[in-house]
C-alpha cells in the first residue's frame, strides 16, 4: 500500500500575470522548482489564499520573480493573490515515516528564501 503525502511546496507566492490564451498551466521561476523539487510538467495543486480557490494544473519554467496563471486558470486568480503549489508523492509507509517535505518560502516580493 502507498501512502501520499506533501512533496513539495511553494508557499506564498504572488501571482504576477494571467495568460488566457495560453495552453494551459501555472509558470513558475526555474530557481523555485529546483529547490522544491518541482518537476517541469509536474502535476500541482494550488491554494488561492486571496479568493480561496484550489485547481490542479502543472507547473512551468517561466521567468525569475514571476508566476503567471495560464490558459483556464487564469479566471480562477489574478495579479497580487497569494498561492500555495503544491506536488504530492507517493510513498511506502517505511519511506513516508522519515520523509520531510521541501518548503519553498516566498516573500510579498516574491523572492524564495534559502
Known sequence: MLVTLLKSKIHRAVVT????????SISLPPSWL???GILEFEKVLVADLDNGG???????AGREG???????TAR????GDRVIIMAWGAFEP??????RPRIVLVDENNRAGD
Open 94 to 99: 517505511a519511506e513516508a515515516a522519515g520523509f
Open 17 to 24: 500575470g494571467s495568460s488566457l490564451n495560453y495552453a494551459g
Open 66 to 72: 514571476e508566476v503567471t496563471l495560464n490558459g483556464a
Open 34 to 36: 529546483r529547490k522544491a
Open 76 to 79: 480562477l486568480g489574478q495579479p
Open 54 to 60: 484550489r485547481f490542479e494544473t502543472y507547473a512551468i
